[in-house]
């Protein structure tokens, strides 16, 4: 009996000792924002909110004197944005324009990479395309799927709009720049595209590898499945980097934030969302990353 209560004393030491580490641990990187007051905005890229989301949860709960708020709009939006002194964060998933950077002095925090993925209805046969397909079934040359080996049903094209940075690596490592028929019907999120998808059965959409859940199928490329395995080791292409962008130099609060993001700690939400931590993939991607 008394050994039996001694091992339930240890047991319990041990159990407040390892939550004690784990609080410790987390502390370690909240305690940047320890005394600090004031809000951040910020908006952009749908991709990133998610990750955004989780760090300002933890980071208020910490510090309820911290006020954090996340709008989408798209990466376009989101520079536009900060460039005006909206928003204190833009977030994009393409890099800037030699243009933006100099109409608004921004400055570029890549935390991520992602890839970008076709992806169809669960139910449609076809899971493998080559990128010449692809290219030929955006440019309304290819327009059923029986062409493809697939149904004898007229393919849906969807596609992001113009102030997509996901739409813009999809056009310029996919689709090589090629024209997108008029036809595709055009959806404002990679949220919305997976929505889209997942209702129409003769669709086929591109989005976020982090985006891509039971509800979707991903295809593969020329035999490559868009995995995040497949993009950090360099064997799925399609890929682009994940911003946070300020106007000049970042003040201490929101300097705080990018630093957590960029820390283990906001690499452990980077991962569970779906995402690569950048300081992960730049030692083993042997690919070109937009």
């Given at each position: ?17 390892l ?42 709960m ?34 800037l ?11 570029s ?17 076809v899971k ?8 030929e079934i ?63 059965e ?12 039971q509800?979707?199928?991903?295809v593969e ?6 995995s ?13 980097k994940l911003?946070?962008n300020?106007?000049?130099e ?9 630093d957590?993001?960029l ?28």
């Amino acid at each position: 009996m008394r050994k039996s209560l001694v091992y339930f004393v240890l047991a319990m030491l041990l159990g407040l000792s390892l939550s004690s580490h784990n609080v410790l641990a987390e502390d370690k990187y909240l305690a940047a924002f320890a005394g600090l007051k004031g809000k951040i905005d910020i908006a952009g890229c749908t991709v990133h909110i998610p990750v955004m989301k989780e760090a300002a949860k933890r980071i208020m709960m910490y510090n309820p004197d911290i006020r954090i708020t996340i709008v989408g709009g798209g990466s376009g939006v989101g520079m536009q944005k900060v460039g005006e002194g909206l928003v204190d964060i833009a977030n994009t998933d393409r890099p800037l324009s030699a243009e933006e950077r100099a109409k608004y002095g921004l400055k570029s925090y890549a935390f991520a990479i992602d890839g970008v993925a076709v992806a169809v209805h669960p139910s449609n046969p076809v899971k493998n395309l080559s990128a010449k397909q692809v290219q030929e079934i955006y440019a309304g040359k290819i327009r059923s799927w029986s062409a493809v080996g697939g149904k004898n049903s007229p393919i849906h094209l969807y596609s992001l709009d113009e102030a997509s940075g996901t739409r813009a690596v999809f056009w310029k490592k996919l689709l090589k720049k090629g024209s997108i028929s008029d036809s595709a019907k055009i959806v404002s999120s990679n949220e919305a595209m997976k929505a889209a998808i997942s209702r129409d059965e003769n669709s086929i959409g591109y989005l976020s590898i982090g985006n891509i859940d039971q509800s979707i199928a991903p295809v593969e490329i020329d035999g490559i499945y868009p995995s995040r395995k497949n993009a950090q080791i360099g064997l799925y292409r399609v890929v682009r980097k994940l911003y946070m962008n300020t106007k000049g130099e970042p003040g201490k609060l929101v300097k705080a934030f990018i630093d957590y993001i960029l820390s283990p700690e906001g690499a452990k939400s980077i991962e569970e969302y779906g995402f690569i931590p950048i300081n992960t993939i730049d030692k083993k991607c042997g690919c070109e990353v937009f």
